[in-house]
């Protein structure tokens, strides 16, 4: 057990020791949330006044959307980082040590949601200074941080499954690519009220993002609303679930003997 | 006591594709000793190592590592061994002192310890100045050091080697060989290393087995399998043509072979038959004008078992 903790420890804080000495992985991901924060505030604030917003600030709106890209980037890092230990060799290193094979891959996930706190803090930091309000007060930024690693954690299960599966760095890029449609195909820039065309809107009613942006934004607008909370926190936990067993699965064929 | 030993019965390791890479091979492998395996490419030489060292699992036969079965309890055998694999292992962005320390770590030393091993290693492999540079900008040569060094954290009594001087310069190489060497030698350490280097395996091994097409094709000391060749060939040169058929003609009844000047006789024992041939030489007036013997060397083995000559230095 003990052994357990000091492997988890030092190799997550491997994964952080790497992760700063290469800031270019970081960045362009903060840029992109920090993007959507400033130009979709400062271009489409305007149809806020659209009824359907229901006097909601576009800040509020985008938020949520700037937090979840900030942390699929948090969290695609884990399995970027076992693509590469899988291609330098590390990984098999690793394998002839009496190492505990769940910190191999639990170092990177906590690292990265690490990342993402830190990601998400800067960004709620900005947001304050744009002239964020939070309905729900304090509670409601705690909750703010738990959808983020929740979604993460998600996220982390997945792009582990991928990197494990692919094992190598392309495979593995391509197959973050689905935050693409993930992201896009659902609530993120208008309420699905305002989404006409009907396979828009189907696409974005079954995308577990929806729920999750749903979630972060009662706070954010309405306060303590219990409906979307719940639904968004099942939501993604079923998403935890699904994605962490596939990666449990994979790294279990990882480490099995040829 | 059977700590610090391997034996091998029987091991077969078929790949998922069906292909054997290694068939019914068996040897053993003393506390102390130094094992070099040879062989092509191709041979089966790290499916062998990979068995071993518990990252593959065999097909049939058995493995036993310090008297323990490496396919029943892979993790104990992990505590008794050592391993530079062909392909190093290193993360590119830690430096070489982080990379051993979060080794130490692992072999459940403590941060302190870690340290003051990783301190020592750096500079047994001659890394001290290089320590706190990230492995990415080392040379091939230091980041076989370091991967040497990483292997050498647990302090293990078995030590496996795939292949730790290729593509090394002859430098490097020789300052690899010096310290398996003192790691053999001085720590008793049992070595099991894999070439395609005659000379590396008759420079350092006590043993070798010579393995081509995933078979034992030859195997002993080195001096065993120079003497299974077996012959001596001695070159005389002498002054004129007319005089070297001349001596042809006088050791007609030896294994003679002429090419212009030069007269080339193979002898089972060059150092018994060499003064008959001078005296024989002399009575017909005959003394070549240089002279020299060369005794077989484990390239001449290894092309004669494996059929090819790939490989030889
Ligand atoms: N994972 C694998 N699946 C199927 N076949 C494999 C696998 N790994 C190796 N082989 C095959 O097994 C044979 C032996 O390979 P091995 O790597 O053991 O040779 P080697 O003696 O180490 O050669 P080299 O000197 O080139 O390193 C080769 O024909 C190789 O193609
Ligand atoms: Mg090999």
Request: aromatic residues 8%.
């Amino acid at each position: 057990m003990k052994a357990f903790f000091v492997h988890t420890y030092v190799l997550t804080k491997r994964s952080i020791v790497v992760l700063l000495r290469n800031p270019l992985t970081i960045l362009p991901n903060l840029f992109i949330s920090v993007f959507f924060l400033f130009v979709y505030t400062g271009g489409l604030s305007g149809i806020a006044q659209l009824p359907q917003f229901e006097g909601a600030d576009y800040l509020s709106f985008i938020l949520p959307v700037s937090i979840v890209s900030a942390a699929i980037g948090g969290a695609g890092g884990a399995g970027q980082e076992l693509v590469r230990d899988l291609e330098s060799g590390y990984f098999a290193r690793l394998l002839q040590t009496p190492v505990t094979r769940l910190a191999i891959v639990l170092g990177p996930i906590i690292a990265g949601m690490l990342q993402l706190l830190v990601q998400t803090s800067l960004i709620l930091g900005l947001a304050f200074l744009l002239g964020l309000q939070v309905e729900a007060g304090l509670g409601g930024v705690l909750v703010l941080l738990l959808f983020a690693v929740g979604w993460g954690l998600a996220f982390a299960g997945y792009s582990v499954t991928v990197a494990l599966k692919a094992k190598n760095a392309q495979a593995a890029q391509a197959g973050t690519l689905i935050f693409f449609p993930l992201l896009f195909l659902s609530t993120t820039f208008v309420p699905l009220e305002l989404i006409e065309a009907g396979w828009l809107r189907t696409a974005a009613v079954i995308n577990p993002t929806t729920y999750l942006l749903e979630g972060m934004r009662s706070v954010l607008i309405d306060g303590w609303v219990w409906q979307p909370l719940v639904t968004g926190f099942l939501v993604v936990g079923a998403a935890c679930v699904v994605t962490i067993s596939l990666s449990v699965i994979s790294a279990r064929r990882a480490f099995s003997r040829e | 006591m059977t700590k610090g030993t391997i034996v091998v019965d029987h091991l077969v390791k078929t790949y998922k594709d069906k292909f054997t890479a290694v068939n019914d091979v068996s040897f053993t492998v003393g506390k102390g000793e130094c094992f070099a395996f040879l062989g092509p490419n191709g041979a089966g030489k790290s499916t062998t190592v990979k068995v071993l060292t518990t990252l593959s699992r065999l097909t049939s036969g058995s493995v036993t590592i310090s008297g323990i079965d490496v396919d029943e309890d892979p993790e104990k055998v992990r505590w008794e061994i050592g391993v530079v694999l062909q392909d190093t292992g290193l993360d590119s962005n830690l430096t070489a002192r982080e990379l051993l320390e979060l080794q130490g770590r692992i072999f459940h030393l403590s941060g302190k310890e870690a340290s003051f091993r990783a301190e020592e290693l750096l500079a047994v492999v001659g890394l001290t100045e290089e320590a706190d540079r990230t492995s990415k900008k080392f040379s091939g040569g230091m980041k076989r050091r370091l991967d040497l060094a990483m292997t050498l954290v647990h302090r293990p009594g078995i030590l496996f080697l795939d292949e730790p001087t290729t593509g090394l310069d002859p430098l490097n190489r020789k300052s690899i060989w010096k310290e398996i060497r003192r790691l053999n030698r001085e720590e008793g350490t049992t070595v099991f290393l894999t070439t395609q280097y005659l000379e590396e395996a008759d420079e350092l091994a006590d043993q070798i087995q010579i393995i081509s097409g995933g078979k034992i094709v030859a195997g002993g000391t080195p001096a065993e399998l120079k003497q299974s060749i077996g012959k001596d060939v001695i070159s005389m040169q002498f002054v004129s043509e007319t005089e070297a058929k001349k001596a042809r003609e006088v050791l007609n009844k030896r294994d003679v072979f002429l090419i212009e000047n030069d007269i080339r006789v193979t002898e089972e024992k060059a150092s018994a038959a060499l003064p008959v041939i001078l005296r024989e030489l002399q009575e017909f007036g005959l003394e070549p004008a240089a002279l020299s013997v060369a005794e077989p060397t484990l390239d001449d083995v290894f092309i004669q078992v494996t059929g090819s000559s790939e490989g030889a230095s």
